[in-house]
């Protein structure tokens, strides 16, 4: 029986492993999962073709449905929990405050949250060589395994 593989160790196909949780904190920093350095969006949820400042290659993402999903999933149950409380605690409150709050709190807490979101969803495929972003590391490890010899 095999042992299982840690985090950073080198699997035997020589890429060495990413970190995935620098990455994610990274992302949701909006920051570059490589470099930490260069901004990661170069518009409110346009990811940068590369980062300016390492040059890491960011296109590759596939995001798709995932961040509104847990945006939605979030603010859903933070709004839903609010509205209860405030029903439990002021149950007199007028109909025009609720109104006027919590469509203005799901709309704040959904544009703040979606790019912090999709932020982490970027650097975890990054971190996890997803989709177009393993092709850079088989290059960097063809190249480690060339410098050796």
Do not use: N
């Not at 609010?82 to 704040?108: D, G, Q, R």
Request: hydrophobic share 45%; net charge positive.
């Amino acid at each position: 029986m095999s042992e299982p593989a840690k985090l950073g160790a080198v699997p035997p196909g020589g890429t060495p492993r990413r970190d995935p949780w620098p990455a994610i904190l990274e992302g949701l920093r909006g920051r570059c999962p490589a470099c930490g350095k260069g901004r990661m969006f170069r518009a409110y949820l346009k990811v940068a073709d590369a980062c300016p400042s390492c040059g890491q290659e960011l296109h590759h993402h596939r995001a798709d449905d995932a961040p509104p999903y847990f945006t939605i999933l979030v603010v859903g149950h933070v709004v839903g929990a609010l509205i209860l409380l405030v029903e439990e605690l002021w149950p007199e409150s007028p109909i025009w405050l609720h109104a006027l709050v919590w469509p203005t709190l799901v709309l704040v807490l959904s544009l703040w949250l979606l790019p912090l979101f999709k932020g982490a969803l970027v650097a975890y495929q990054w971190a996890l060589r997803m989709h177009g972003f393993e092709a850079e590391g088989r290059a960097a490890a063809s190249a480690l395994r060339t410098s050796r010899t």
